[in-house]
């Protein structure tokens, strides 16, 4: 079966520099998150898209940004970053009209910033 | 703010031993999630539990919603060695309208299984 796709899986960057980072959902999905990990803590909720439109925000910087596409794939857009912004960062998406709100989280990207 | 506290940060357990965590929510949940993280891994949904007291079993895996939806908790019996990963709970609040907010799955702290064999 079809899994959530994300690019790139390791990003390195230097600190003040930008970076992009895609998913993928699985196919016929409607809601698309994006979630941080730093080492050692949980997941935690940036944004997500129900059917291309934002539908909830947590605690993303007002540095990162992040759209989702007419193709349903989703970019999430960092500037100015800093050594704080090393993490995983996820991507899940979930079908909201099935039966369950299970989320069907991708490998994620790891990014560094040095 | 909304939050999840979940206990214990850690569980040691011997090969055969029964571990359990603890999840609890200050206000009400829409539903509660639990997911399942291997070392180097992504979170992997494990179950939801929607209805106030209800109860869920997965093989060896005992899950329970509290009757006021603010607490649940995950007991494995037996454990085994693949059974080693972080468990999170992940609760769903209802959203300012009251309707449940889809956006939004506030993850608790983990707890880390390791398991000897």
């Known amino acids: 079966a079809a899994g959530v796709i994300q690019s790139p899986r390791h990003l390195i960057k230097e600190k003040r520099e930008t970076a992009t980072l895609k998913c993928y959902p699985i196919p016929r999905h409607d809601t698309v998150y994006w979630y941080q990990q730093g080492p050692g803590q949980d997941p935690q909720f940036l944004i997500s898209f129900y059917e291309k439109m934002q539908s909830d925000k947590g605690s993303i910087p007002d540095r990162f940004s992040a759209q989702q596409f007419s193709d349903y794939h989703s970019e999430l857009n960092m500037s100015s970053l800093e050594l704080g912004d090393s993490a995983l960062y996820f991507c899940?998406?979930?079908?909201?009209?099935?039966?369950?709100?299970?989320?069907?989280f991708g490998p994620g990207t790891r990014l560094t910033v040095t | 703010g909304q939050q999840v506290m979940q206990i214990p940060q850690y569980q040691h357990v011997q090969e055969g031993e029964d571990f359990t965590t603890y999840c609890n929510s200050s206000?009400?949940?829409?539903?509660i999630q639990w997911y399942k993280q291997r070392p180097g891994g992504h979170p992997v949904f494990l179950i939801q539990?929607?209805?106030?007291?209800e109860v869920k079993k997965q093989k060896r895996l005992t899950f329970q919603f509290g009757e006021a939806k603010k607490n649940s908790s995950l007991h494995i019996t037996a454990t085994q060695t693949t059974d080693v990963g972080t468990y999170f709970c992940a609760g769903m609040f209802f959203g300012d309208a009251g309707g449940t907010s889809y956006g939004k799955l506030t993850f608790g702290q983990g707890t880390i299984l390791t398991v000897h064999p």
């Open positions: 206000t009400t949940l829409s539903n």
């Open positions: 539990l929607v209805k106030s007291g």
């Open positions: 899940a998406s979930s079908l909201i009209q099935g039966p369950t709100y299970e989320q069907y």
